[in-house]
């Protein structure tokens, strides 16, 4: 009896957590513009890169299509001269002569985080004050340099960042993560921001200043950690600068993936939260309704099963225990599929996997505290406290 109420209590918990994280999403300006762009400082992109997938060519041409009145240095950097993404870089170079663009060899690793050790390289080529900062498989819009910068106007904006959405999901294991990062990715970055001000950084894309890359020792001082991203936004928030959110969404396209590789990539996401902020993350399976509501079903069924209740009295519970959890099922769904619909701007049937995700969500949770492993970039590292790497062995023939 009392582990029932329990687990009822947690289920009506975590549907109660679910409706504050929409509620935080709605209200967010999703998409909206900054009708003044007057603020055009001249800006350098650093876009570390390795590799070649048919979405690349896409994801960086998009930098070469900024509508913005301001200077702007694009700089690409890679670790190897035989990487084909080389041939791609000079290329979008050729057809765009009147960009201010270079490709940058990088072969010298200066930590374990190999992306980190591009920027340090890069960083060093910067001609402007204003950066950004990009992940390879980013595509923007054309206006985004110019809605990006706005809020470092204001000397007290130390990083600006935004919202992403995975746009291409081929496959229904990509359409499962889908869930993970246009529903509910942001709407718990929401939820948290609803607490305090926000203290880390989502790496897709970020804007800051060299001042404050400065202040904390340069991207060297980012190359020992996996979450780089969570670093630069940490180190920055703590000297007192606040971190914006951007309200304009921009596209992850990511290569064809299979369930062993978004799987190996929601364990390394898991594993990065968790050695960030250990105790948020270990309460963040309070949200998880299917989960509760699936686990007080079953809870239920085991206890009227081994009292021997008669056939009737079976069914008429079984019945009730179906339907709340059919209703958790069918609430999470709509949340979900507003919430990507909102971040997309499509209405996606790939919602109807949230109850699935959430269901495989508990062993991702758990395996995240069980394992300080992670595959990055084809490298097998360790994650010491703090978040600190370290290597553990040759990289393995498949990545994650």
């Known amino acids: 009896m009392v582990l029932h109420v329990i687990l009822a209590a947690l289920a009506l918990l975590s549907l109660v957590i679910t409706l504050w994280q929409w509620l935080a999403a709605r209200r967010f300006p999703l998409h909206q513009r900054a009708a003044d762009i007057s603020f055009t400082p001249g800006v350098t992109l650093l876009k570390p890169l390795k590799g070649l997938d048919p979405e690349t060519r896409g994801c960086l041409e998009s930098w070469f299509q900024q509508d913005y009145r301001g200077p702007v240095q694009l700089l690409f950097g890679v670790a190897a001269a035989e990487d084909p993404v080389c041939d791609l870089v000079r290329k979008l170079i050729a057809e765009h002569p009147q960009a201010n663009a270079q490709l940058v060899l990088c072969p010298e690793q200066l930590g374990p985080n190999a992306k980190v050790s591009t920027l340090v390289h890069l960083e060093r080529l910067a001609q402007h004050d204003h950066f950004i900062v990009s992940d390879a498989d980013t595509r923007v819009p054309p206006d985004f340099l110019a809605q990006v910068l706005q809020p470092l106007r204001d000397p007290q904006a130390g990083l600006v960042n935004c919202f992403y959405a995975l746009t291409n999901p081929t496959t229904l294991a990509m ?10 990715f942001w709407s718990q970055v929401l939820q948290s921001r609803s607490l305090k001000p926000l203290d880390f950084a989502l790496g897709a894309v970020m804007a800051t200043r060299r001042q404050q890359l400065n202040e904390i020792g340069g991207f060297r001082a980012l190359v020992d950690y996996l979450a780089d991203d969570y670093q630069l936004g940490n180190q920055i928030a703590k000297r007192g600068y606040r971190i914006e959110l951007c309200p304009v969404v921009v596209e992850c396209r990511e290569r064809e993936q299979g369930w062993r590789e978004v799987w190996a990539h929601q364990l390394r996401w898991a594993r990065t939260i968790r050695v960030c902020q250990p105790v948020p993350y270990f309460f963040s399976i309070l949200s998880n309704a299917t989960w509760w509501a699936t686990a007080a079903m079953v809870e239920s069924f085991m206890v009227l099963f081994a009292k021997g209740h008669e056939l009737r009295m079976l069914s008429l519970q079984v019945e009730s225990a179906l339907i709340v959890l059919a209703a ?30 959430d269901l495989l969500q508990v062993p991702i949770w758990a395996l995240a505290f069980l394992g300080n492993t992670v595959v990055w970039r084809g490298q097998r590292l360790r994650v010491l406290p703090g978040g600190k790497l370290v290597s553990v062995r040759p990289p393995p023939s498949a990545s994650a």
């Open 175 to 184: 359409q499962w993560e889908a869930v993970a990062v246009n529903a509910d």
């Open 328 to 357: 958790f099922m069918l609430i999470r769904i709509l949340l979900a599929a507003h919430l990507s619909a909102r971040c997309t701007g499509n209405l996606s049937f790939a919602a109807v996997l949230a109850p699935l995700k």
